[in-house]
């Protein structure tokens, strides 16, 4: 029975996938020509700008500052080596939303300098383009990129670039020559999950009004009630996805360039002078753009509106949000410890293969998957409806569509990953002598996993039901596009307020996505070397 459960799960996994990629085998003649005429060529245009300028954002940004907290010491290195985490736990809709709260024209920010200046501010510049969109995505995802470069780096440390001086280069010429090639592999993959995130982002670009892949969909099912479109533009978001996923594959294939032992104390580079304020001053700038300035003013309107703001509906979307994380949370590591304790017992290429499968979800954008599980959702729903009517005469409408079910779904498949991992990297940690040990005692398939294994994974069972608890929480397509009428989760609260520009009404949902954000970041920082 369990060699059958990573097939099973992979096959759940991919049947939205199949469904959203087979609409390119079957294309609607008039829908590609609508699309083509009026809408393709800015998506692909405005996709592909978002993503250049993302990526060369999150490289620099990351690269830098992974560099300097892992090999030098300047003031504040330790505080900043694991504050520059932090911007992980607000979502990036979150900072989108306050920086155009701050910085638009009608902001505070250019009202007090136009009073100030006496001048209509033109040179300032427009923070709705696709630049401000850029900005904001790269203080929102740098981090993907710092924590695996820094990781890299501190393989590396002080040692590296005296070997590299020892040949007669200098400490910039040993970076550039030594220390970027050997990180390389691992930069590519912070970046490649930074550009992951662009594409896959939803919340941010209805937020600044810049339609990519993921708004036309949305814009196309809702706006144009047109499914089918939206599974096209769905089709060609897979693909682009795709590639991107074999290109950061066959970097992490080579990821043996770098050494994998680093010692337990790291000897750093003193810096001085100008050159130790200028690394602080870079670290504080970005830290406050990214993480302090979107919470103090968070906090400022949170503080204006929350006397409005707590009442019975606002506890109704904190309710939503909380029960709905928990019930996926739920469901989605029990997928997880049955995949894991499968992979465990079965080892073979195939079963191997139908984990990697089953794993791929996390690597879908939201507003796919919520096309791709709704479309099979709705036909099993019809076909239910219609036997029932035609065997019995009863009219029962739709049994699946409308509720939670087509959501838990979609966040068992795309969130399948983040649970699985820790729970497979726990299972490691039990010895095959323990398995022994217990058949001799004739424990054996469901026993073992309730008695002996479930025991000795709370750890790891934990991690992975928070992460699942808070991805979900701060999951907006997903919620939007497949929620039961008037549902509301504390997500889409702050999508409806920010669709009408209502940023201080929004205020107090998002500092509370912040808040539940922070808790696997602690935990991430547990585990990493400070």
């Known amino acids: 029975m369990w060699r059958a459960v990573p097939f099973l799960i992979a096959g759940l996994?991919?049947?939205?996938?199949?469904?959203?990629?087979?609409?390119?085998?079957?294309?609607?003649?008039?829908?590609?020509?609508?699309?083509?005429?009026?809408?393709?060529?800015?998506?692909?245009?405005?996709?592909?700008?978002?993503?250049?300028?993302?990526?060369?954002?999150?490289?620099?940004?990351?690269?830098?500052?992974?560099?300097?907290?892992?090999?030098?010491?300047?003031?504040?290195?330790?505080?900043?080596?694991?504050?520059?985490?932090?911007?992980?736990?607000?979502?990036?809709?979150?900072?989108?939303?306050?920086?155009?709260?701050?910085?638009?024209?009608?902001?505070?920010?250019?009202?007090?300098?136009?009073?100030?200046?006496?001048?209509?501010?033109?040179?300032?510049?427009?923070?709705?383009?696709?630049?401000g969109v850029a900005i904001v995505m790269t203080l929102a995802f740098y981090p993907y990129v710092y924590l695996l470069a820094r990781n890299a780096f501190l393989t590396q440390g002080k040692r590296l670039l005296e070997v590299a001086q020892s040949l007669g280069l200098s400490r910039r010429q040993g970076f550039f020559r030594v220390a970027l090639p050997m990180a390389r592999p691992w930069i590519v993959a912070g970046v490649m999950l930074a550009l992951m995130e662009t594409l896959a982002d939803f919340g941010t670009v209805a937020i600044f009004n810049y339609d990519t892949f993921t708004t036309a969909i949305y814009k196309t099912w809702f706006g144009m009630f047109s499914l089918s479109a939206a599974s096209q533009l769905a089709s060609l978001l897979i693909l682009i996805v795709l590639v991107v996923i074999l290109i950061e594959q066959r970097f992490r294939s080579r990821m043996r360039f770098a050494e994998s032992k680093r010692s337990g104390q790291i000897e750093r580079i003193q810096l001085v002078g100008w050159r130790a304020a200028g690394v602080t001053i870079l670290a504080s700038l970005v830290l406050l753009f990214a993480f302090v300035l979107p919470v103090v003013q968070l906090s400022i309107w949170t503080l204006d509106t929350f006397p409005h703001q707590l009442d019975q509906r606002y506890l109704e979307f904190v309710w939503h949000s909380l029960s709905l994380s928990a019930l996926a949370a739920l469901l989605t590591c029990l997928a997880a410890i049955m995949l894991a304790y499968a992979a465990r017992l079965h080892t073979g290429f195939f079963t191997r293969s139908a984990v990697r499968l089953a794993t791929i979800g996390y690597a879908l954008p939201g507003a796919v998957l919520a096309v791709g599980v709704f479309i099979p959702l709705t036909w099993l729903d019809n076909f239910i409806s219609d036997g029932l009517f035609r065997l019995f005469d009863i009219e029962t409408g739709f049994l699946i569509q409308g509720t939670l079910a087509v959501m838990l779904v979609a966040y068992m498949t795309r969130f399948l990953a983040v649970s699985y991992f820790p729970l497979e990297s726990a299972l490691q940690r039990v010895t095959r002598s323990i398995d022994e040990a217990a058949m001799g005692f004739g424990v054996t398939g469901w026993t073992m996993l309730k008695s002996v294994h479930l025991p000795m994974l709370k750890g790891g069972v934990f991690t992975a039901a928070v992460l699942v608890f808070v991805d979900v929480m701060k999951e907006m397509p997903i919620t939007l596009m497949t929620r039961p009428f008037d549902w509301d989760t504390l997500a889409v609260r702050i999508f409806s307020l920010t669709s009408e520009g209502e940023w201080e009404q929004a205020a107090l949902p998002a500092l509370t996505l912040i808040l539940a954000g922070l808790v696997p970041i602690i935990l991430l920082m547990r585990q990493t070397e400070t």
Request: a negative charge; aromatic letters at 16%; proline letters at 7%.
């Open 13 to 131: 996994v991919l049947i939205p996938v199949c469904v959203v990629v087979s609409s390119l085998f079957l294309p609607e003649d008039e829908i590609w020509q609508h699309l083509v005429a009026t809408t393709l060529p800015r998506l692909l245009t405005n996709t592909l700008w978002l993503s250049l300028g993302v990526m060369a954002g999150t490289s620099l940004l990351g690269v830098s500052l992974a560099w300097f907290t892992a090999v030098y010491a300047f003031p504040g290195c330790r505080f900043f080596s694991w504050a520059l985490f932090l911007p992980l736990a607000i979502p990036a809709y979150v900072t989108a939303f306050v920086a155009l709260g701050i910085f638009d024209y009608t902001g505070p920010l250019q009202t007090s300098l136009r009073a100030w200046l006496d001048s209509d501010l033109s040179w300032f510049p427009d923070i709705r383009g696709g630049s």
